[in-house]
């Protein structure tokens, strides 16, 4: 098990720049998957972006592709998300995601995720 815990979210200008950070628990970090997805108010989640288990390998939505890089540092147990143009179209809740799935398929449905972090908003005025 693992448990995942998210930071960095704000009220930021459109244009601006946030980093988003996911701590995890455990000793086993670097065995899993880890995604990005984000809920605005009455949408349903949606996925942002995913790296594999090294890092070697990332995966993007295209509403981001261009703009955020996710990235990770498994010997701080730790996943980021570096948002970059941010629009206002990118406000939402967003939340780190553990797969625990072995060998690489991008994994962009929520049901796809064994574990959940709790979020924190990103908020991007006009």
């Known amino acids: 098990q693992v448990q995942l815990v998210e930071s960095g979210g704000g009220l930021v200008e459109a244009g601006g720049s946030l980093r988003l950070s996911c701590a995890a628990s455990?000793?086993?970090?670097?065995?899993?998957?880890m995604g990005w997805f984000r809920q605005a108010p009455g949408k349903e989640r949606e996925f942002v972006a995913v790296?594999?288990?090294?890092?070697?390998?990332?995966y993007y939505a295209d509403s981001v592709k261009g703009r955020f890089t996710i990235s990770r540092d498994n010997a701080k147990n730790t996943v980021y998300l570096q948002m970059n143009n941010l629009k206002p179209e990118d406000t939402a809740v967003y939340y780190c995601?553990?797969?625990?799935?072995?060998?690489?398929?991008?994994?962009?449905?929520?049901?796809?995720?064994?574990?959940w972090g709790q979020g924190t908003q990103v908020t991007v005025s006009s």
């Open positions: 455990g000793r086993t970090f670097s065995s899993y998957h």
């Open positions: 995601a553990a797969d625990r799935a072995t060998g690489w398929a991008p994994a962009k449905q929520a049901h796809e995720y064994d574990f």
């Open positions: 790296i594999s288990r090294s890092g070697g390998q990332t």
